[in-house]
């Protein structure tokens, strides 16, 4: 695929599917990425290099930044890591009795998240680093986001909770999806009013936290990531979502190897990108919304198949033309 003069794809990607992809907190330089191929890799987007990677015994799913010089990641090996950059050395912090689906750092309440499939979140005090609690779920955790100080936790069974971190005794919402298939991916508006859920069925609803009638009257939900082919239309599971901190505009990624912006509160869509190689498995927008990193990465939503694409990252420099409300 060419080389547009605002895209460009970082060299030295993993070796196997990308898992997830994170920008570090206050700059468009350094974005963290976990795979498969059991690595958590820094790269320096400016400069096109990878600065640093470590491992994990076995597939890595999920990996956030605490702040800039400290990671957090987790995965098949059911264990939470930290990495320090700077020391260049690793922490096992804690771990889950099944995989580590999920890991996010709060910021308002100091304190890293991880959702998981043994049906739990816990919570990790980066100061020591230590277990600062373990909470359960209905179902295995698919995916989580953090809004502020409070937790959006979506699990199997189309189940969505709302917590909230500076008191885990009890749970403040819950909630059935609106969407009648899978949750894919929770991500919390940055105004902190709502969130937007994707489903593995061509979907995306937004919601909005407060219980209150007359704001729930404004939650609706639409098809995405659907292409007719012949008179047929193909559906596409919706796998990534994020937002621009500053528009409260947000992209979602498919497995129909697209990429779309949307302006949630106009009910608008603002943009298509050209079509990626295979499935966008992450997406991730820097602090500004200046820079979106993509991952273009085979999800084997038809198992093997012959000559998959490689999987990639590319970092894509995005206009206000693209991602401002019209």
Excluded at 280 to 299: C, Q
Aim: hydrophobic share 30%.
């Amino acid at each position: 695929m060419p080389e547009t003069p605002n895209e460009f794809k970082l060299s030295n990607p993993p070796e196997d599917g990308v898992s997830a992809v994170k920008f570090s907190p206050g700059s468009t330089q350094f974005l963290l990425v976990s795979s498969w191929d059991c690595t958590v890799r820094l790269y320096d987007v400016v400069s096109n290099s990878m600065r640093m990677k470590y491992t994990h015994e076995m597939p890595v799913l999920d990996c956030c930044f605490q702040d800039a010089v400290h990671s957090y990641s987790g995965g098949l090996d059911n264990t939470l890591k930290m990495f320090d950059f700077n020391t260049t050395s690793e922490t096992n912090v804690g771990s889950h009795d099944a995989p580590v689906r999920c890991v996010e750092f709060c910021h308002d309440a100091n304190v890293v998240v991880t959702g998981s499939w043994d049906s739990t979140v816990k919570l990790w005090d980066p100061r020591t680093p230590c277990n600062a609690g373990s909470f359960s779920q209905p179902d295995k955790v698919y995916t989580l986001s953090v809004c502020g100080d409070k937790l959006i936790v979506g699990t199997a069974g189309r189940r969505v909770l709302l917590w909230d971190l500076r008191n885990m005794g009890y749970v403040q919402q819950r909630r059935e999806s609106s969407l009648k298939y899978q949750t894919r991916c929770i991500r919390s508006f940055p105004n902190k009013q709502g969130y937007v859920l994707s489903s593995i069925e061509g979907r995306v609803a937004v919601e909005y936290l407060d219980p209150g009638p007359e704001v729930q009257k404004k939650k609706y939900a639409f098809k995405c990531h659907r292409i007719k082919e012949d008179g047929v239309e193909h559906i596409y599971p919706v796998n990534a979502i994020a937002f621009h901190s500053r528009y409260n505009t947000f992209a979602t990624g498919g497995s129909d190897g697209f990429v779309n912006i949307w302006d949630g509160f106009n009910k608008k869509r603002l943009c298509q990108f050209h079509r990626y190689p295979t499935s966008i498995a992450s997406l991730a927008f820097n602090h500004d919304g200046s820079v979106l990193a993509i991952a273009s990465s085979y999800m084997y939503e038809n198992d093997e198949i012959q000559d998959a694409p490689e999987d990639s990252i590319f970092i894509r420099h995005v206009s206000d033309q693209e991602t401002k409300p019209k």
